[in-house]
């Protein structure tokens, strides 16, 4: 039996607009999502923002219902058995909201502690396992208010785990933390699959993907447009170089031109300070080159590269753009 | 049953240590109840028939309605807006368990206006303050504060159901002070706001301590008064329930747990 089971999951929000003749709008968040997580898999969910990742995430821990649509964790439905699948499941959501800042690291533990039921006799000793596992033991009296972003965000990951949950959700665990921090919690992960959890990680870094994930799943406006271990989603680009050329105010009609051109697989534009990067996937490799700046002209060209294609074009290539 | 008793207990003592860091609920029971004890006492102090323990117990129930009123009206929406209300609904205990511990939190806390308001008596002004009857009062002063927590209850959720009913319950603090009978009794008001008073809590809160610290409420009358805060208690209890799993449910169908 899977672990996670999404059948046709659909997820409508209502938003409105207007003060006095208010208008309603239905977005979609999930347009129909089926997919299946294995017990003991560590599975990715990759998607630009709005694709409808934390959206499937707070469905599976019982946050949201589905508009249509059924989806299961261990077996229980989320929206009938939602008490049966909480006791059984922890999640992260990125960034720093989410913890009680006037008190402190341990006095949040401990709260979390007794809501989740953990044995009384057990509290205190689970809570310093935890606290020694994400590095907070010397901070853990102070006020959480005083802590950085990534301490935040590690002692998010130890009130997780504080239940011993089967199946863990974690939605950009990363984010926002500094490499060695990122590459910490990454570590974290890693053991925690060893050790035999469900995991689900949503992240926007393809190589935390590819290095973590046994499978992933790539979202993009509510569908799953692929759905594999990251060495066959590579494939999909593996006869495709990558064309990157720096230029300056590149504008819609140019990356119309260059999609228009029979050799051209897909065009990322990536916006940096005072100039763009175009990433350009085609089979041509550097051949393609001359014919790209051709169709460029009167544009400012700087730097030109050619590169063979990873998990992050074969992203590119899936969802359409670049974040 | 005993996870919601640990998730309760919890969120009163976490509930504690956070309002006693929280100046906006210093202000309401500590400052506000000083200035009013100050005032009523100032106001009063030449009436021949001034008793002190009543301005000293009215004060106290000021800071102790004004805490539930606003730690209830506000207490999912300061959970979602610090983005732990996901968090404590994705926990396995009820969210009425967590909110009714964290206005038991609030509660005992602005208790201790009623010492500061006999400070303000018994030091400032030099009274003799004197309960009459010390086990009626300490049976009326238990039942009053869970009525008025219950009263808070059944606020949290009315509180998230729409902004215009957490606007109209904000608006609450005065009306009730007078409604109630904290500082003066309802006798004083035109008869037709009576009604509105004898269906209010607050006021069989104020009628059971201020009857039993002047010794003018015992026998049948307390045990009737007794009986009021008793189902008053119950009837928040009972349908706060069902109110807790509407706003759950309307959440989870809106999207509504988390700002983002």
Known sequence: MPAITLDHVRRVFRTSTGVIRRKRKDVVALEDLSLEVGEGELFGLLGPNGAGKTTTVKILTTLLIPTAGRASVLGYDVVRDARQIRPRVGFVFGGERGLYYRVSGRDNLEYFAELYAVEPRRIRVRVDELLDLVGLRDRANERVEGYSRGMKQRLHLARMLLHDPAVLFLDEPTIGLDPIGARELREAVERLHAAGKTIVLTTHYMFEADALCDRIGVINEGKLVALGTPEELKRLVSDKSVVELEVYGVGEEHLARLRALDFVDSVAVERRELRELLRVQTALGERAVPRLMASLERLEVGRVSVREATLEDAYVRLVGKLE | ?260
């Open chain 2, 1 to 260: 049953m005993r996870r919601e008793l640990r998730a309760f207990s919890a969120s009163t003592r976490l509930w504690l240590r956070y309002m006693a860091v929280d100046r906006f609920m210093l202000f309401c029971a500590f400052v506000q109840p000083f200035f009013i004890a100050v005032t009523v006492m100032y106001m009063l102090h030449h009436q021949p028939q001034f008793d002190p323990v009543y301005v000293v117990v009215g004060s106290a129930l000021t800071g102790i309605w004004s805490v539930v009123l606003f730690d209830g009206s506000w207490a999912i929406n300061s959970e979602r807006f610090q983005g732990t209300l996901e968090l404590l609904v994705g926990a396995p205990s009820s969210l009425y368990a967590v909110i009714a511990g964290k206005l038991a939190g609030g509660m005992a806390f602005s208790v201790t206006s009623m010492a500061l308001s006999y400070a303000v008596g018994a030091w400032l002004f030099g009274y003799s303050i004197v309960v009459r009857d010390v086990p009626a009062f300490a049976v009326a002063f238990v039942l009053a504060l869970i009525a008025i927590g219950a009263l808070g209850v059944l606020i949290a959720p009315l509180g998230i159901l729409a902004r215009s009913v957490r606007q109209f319950l904000t608006v609450l603090e005065h009306p009730i002070y007078i409604l109630g009978g904290f500082l003066f009794p309802v006798l004083l008001l035109p008869g037709w706001l009576l009604p509105i008073s004898y269906a209010l809590p607050p006021y069989w809160a104020a009628v059971a301590l201020h009857g039993t610290s002047s010794g003018e409420l015992s026998g049948v009358a307390f045990a009737e008064v007794c009986a009021v805060l008793l189902l008053s208690s119950l009837a928040c209890f009972v349908l706060a329930a069902p109110l807790f799993r509407l706003v759950l449910r309307r959440a989870r169908v809106e999207g509504t747990l988390s700002l983002t």
